[in-house]
């Protein structure tokens, strides 16, 4: 199973927004509404943002929003702050033989 | 407070064996799955390993097929990985990671780090 694709690095100003996409298939991230996003700050473990592509779990900001679109979905940050900065990644359910797939991960610069 | 902690990681060689554990509290440890994911050093997250609420239904990535065993002591709120004829691109920090609805892994342990060396 390979991993989904996202792209190396992301930026923008504090204040401003960045999308991050991440590329499947049809047998991952576009057959199923299971796609989350996690934000991993270095050291630290990952933190849930968005889960079933589009829902925000309690406490984190309604500035980050999730949605998909095919094969891809994507996480926007709106608003951008320092503490934004960090690593994201996508998951999506792959069925039950591969169950599940993260994929490559994006670092986000606040510049 | 949802609270996960891994323990047993450290070094070992190349084809040794290791065995993981993850103490779950605060919420209740028997009516979830769970799940083990790994981070090489300087990369992305891989999925290791689930398990279901109740051990019936066990998954593992390709990578540990036949080599790892996933398992839970519900009575002891805790979670394993068995790691077995382990290889140098084993090393990495290893995370449990509560699964709800959807596929999702809400809550993550802060990991345990393996290192597989000679």
């Known amino acids: 199973q390979s991993a989904l694709t996202q792209p190396p690095s992301a930026s923008g100003s504090p204040g401003q927004s960045v999308t991050i996409s991440c590329t499947g298939t049809?047998?991952?991230?576009?057959?199923?509404?299971?796609v989350s996003w996690y934000q991993q700050h270095p050291g630290k473990a990952p933190k849930l943002m968005i889960y079933e592509v589009s829902k925000r779990p309690s406490g984190v900001p309604d500035r980050f929003s999730g949605s998909k679109s095919g094969n891809t979905a994507s996480l926007t940050v709106s608003g951008l702050q320092a503490e934004d900065e960090a690593d994201y990644y996508c998951?999506?359910?792959?069925?039950?033989?591969?169950?599940?797939?993260f994929g490559t991960g994006t670092k986000v610069t606040v510049l | 407070e949802v609270q996960l902690v891994e323990s047993g990681g450290g070094l070992v060689q190349p084809g040794g064996s290791l065995r993981l554990s993850c103490a779950a509290s605060g919420f209740t440890f028997s009516g979830y799955s769970m799940n083990w994911v790994r981070q090489a050093p300087g990369k992305g997250l891989e999925w290791v390993s689930f398990?279901?609420?109740?051990?019936?239904?066990?998954y593992y990535a390709d990578s540990v097929k036949g080599r790892f065993t996933i398992s839970r002591d519900n009575a002891k709120n805790s979670l394993y990985l068995q790691m077995n004829s382990l290889r140098d691109e084993d090393t990495a920090v290893y995370y449990c990671?509560?699964?709800?609805?959807?596929?999702?892994?809400?809550?993550w342990g802060q990991g345990t780090l393996v290192t597989v060396s000679s």
């Open positions: 990671a509560r699964q709800s609805s959807g596929w999702t892994l809400d809550y």
């Open positions: 049809s047998s991952d991230v576009g057959g199923y509404n299971y």
């Open positions: 398990i279901s609420s109740s051990s019936s239904t066990i």
């Open positions: 998951s999506s359910y792959a069925g039950s033989n591969n169950l599940r797939v």
